[in-house]
């Protein structure tokens, strides 16, 4: 991309971050058309955090199922694992504010209350929840916060559960910062690469594509929203499964699995998918909708 200057022949910051905002927007309405085989509408919500962004699909005559986004990537990324409820449910994905998105604000400082915002917003009372890796802290904080609002939760491959991260995570943070100098393709996949189950040369260009404008351009959500006590989850009654991978290197399945079953009172299961990363295979998002289908079936 061109630079483009001032009068003073230094670059106009102001300029180049409207150009990256740019971009970033193309990447989104991208990742929306290339991921997503569902038919999906665009709106917005005023909440208490700021102007919400939100992607909605399916019918919303059917029961609605809310869709939390994964931690630096888009909404669009997410819900094109979970595509599929949309034949049943109505789709609610909202964009997390302080998340990469098109959602205005910094990140709400109580999630339950922007999460009642936004449900408010389109005249739900009470709904299903589905929470991935960051969204899953945003699912268990509102769990504390207002569980009133969840009728069910799915925590797949969740933050929030202040889990320790595995050493593997190690192999990410050199290639990392040799892009973030040096923006090639291949010192992307090799950076990737230890977090996603796929191989890089697998992955949808336009999820690539993401990945590397946010490491280029955001500054990276290194913690998880979520309790600060889990013992608050002790009032939580919804049905819930937790959905791991026995290799995340971010949240790993077997201390999720053992931290979930001691603080969740209507814990149905845990599934560990084995030899699955953070970045769940296309097989394992079939699998993950699934079983959050079974659970979420009246």
Known sequence: MTDKHSNTGRPDSRNNHSDNRTTFAALYDNAVESLLDIPTESGSLQTAAGNTHVLTAGDPANPPVVIFQG???TTPITLAWFQALAEEYYL???DTPGQPGKSAGQQPSRYGSWVSDVLDGLGIDRAAMI????GGGVLLATATQCPERIT?????VPGGFSTTPSLDISKTLSPTLMYQMMPQRWLLRQAIAPIFTQQPKDIDPVVLDTIGWVLRNETLTATCP???DLSGLSD???PTVVITGTDDPFFPGNQICHRAGKVLPSLVECLSLQEERHFLSPAAQDQATERIRALFRP
């Open 71 to 73: 931690g630096n990537v």
């Open 92 to 94: 609610v994905a909202p």
């Open 131 to 134: 929470g991935s890796s960051h």
């Open 152 to 156: 069910a939760a799915a925590l797949v």
């Open 226 to 228: 979520g309790p600060r």
């Open 236 to 238: 939580f009654l919804a």
